[in-house]
């Protein structure tokens, strides 16, 4: 069996977006997806002394109705240290800081120009730390049209893929008949964060996937993604 995955490229994503990928023979970035100004695309949540805190990417007012793959970081790129700064105030007293955030300030050194091109160089981080090794593609590259379930059903088909990887969140919209009609497979992920120690309080689900990691180090987030 062939198991896909399709999600968009998030900025820093919670460990449920990885659990999903466990399983996931061919990841399909949805890099062309409209930007939702609202949504996870360019920030996630920390936790800080106060409680959660939002990390956020600053994004050119202009593309807010473009594609993510279009979409550009504001200019100059200040904000980069405050991200840094940020991470460090929170951070610095958890067992695995000096590893990991040596790593984070490579990412942020570099000299993105567009979200798309941070987020997925997070994700490569981040795929490496939980010792991923799914098939990552582009949509913008496969040259499948259409839209919301009918562009799916398209994707996994072109990838001969018999079983199709998604998170409750897209209950709302999703036709199962469509893809039963191609013979594949819908699977709902089922995940439910499990507690682990964390600094600054009581333990709050649904953070940033890098709290997991300066607490608990890349084997540690690992083994919690396998609970």
């Not at 199962?176 to 594949?184: L, P, Q």
Request: proline share 5%; aromatic share 12%; glycine share 6%.
């Amino acid at each position: 069996m062939t198991t896909v995955c399709i999600h968009q490229p998030d900025f820093i994503p919670y460990l449920g977006f990885f659990h999903r990928l466990l399983e996931t023979d061919v990841f399909v970035i949805l890099d062309d997806a409209q930007f939702i100004k609202d949504g996870w695309h360019h920030r996630d949540q920390i936790k800080s002394t106060a409680g959660k805190a939002w990390i956020t990417l600053p994004i050119n007012r202009d593309d807010w109705f473009k594609n993510i793959n279009e979409v550009r970081l504001v200019q100059p790129q200040e904000w980069k240290a405050k991200h840094l700064n940020l991470l460090k105030e929170n951070y610095r007293k958890s067992p695995h800081f000096g590893e990991v955030f040596r790593q984070i300030e490579g990412i942020y050194a570099k000299n993105h120009e567009r979200l798309i091109d941070i987020n997925l160089d997070f994700l490569n981080f981040l795929f490496a730390c939980f010792d991923l090794h799914p098939k990552p593609l582009l949509s913008s590259m496969m040259g499948v049209p259409g839209k919301s379930t009918d562009r799916l059903v398209q994707m996994v088909s072109q990838l001969c893929a018999d079983r199709y990887l998604t998170g409750t969140g897209s209950r709302a919209y999703l036709d199962e008949s469509k893809f039963a009609e191609r013979g594949i497979q819908v699977v709902w992920q089922n995940f439910n964060p499990p507690a682990y120690q964390q600094l600054h309080g009581d333990f709050i689900p649904h953070l940033s996937s890098l709290d997991a990691l300066f607490n608990l180090g890349p084997q540690g987030a690992r083994k919690l993604l396998e609970s």
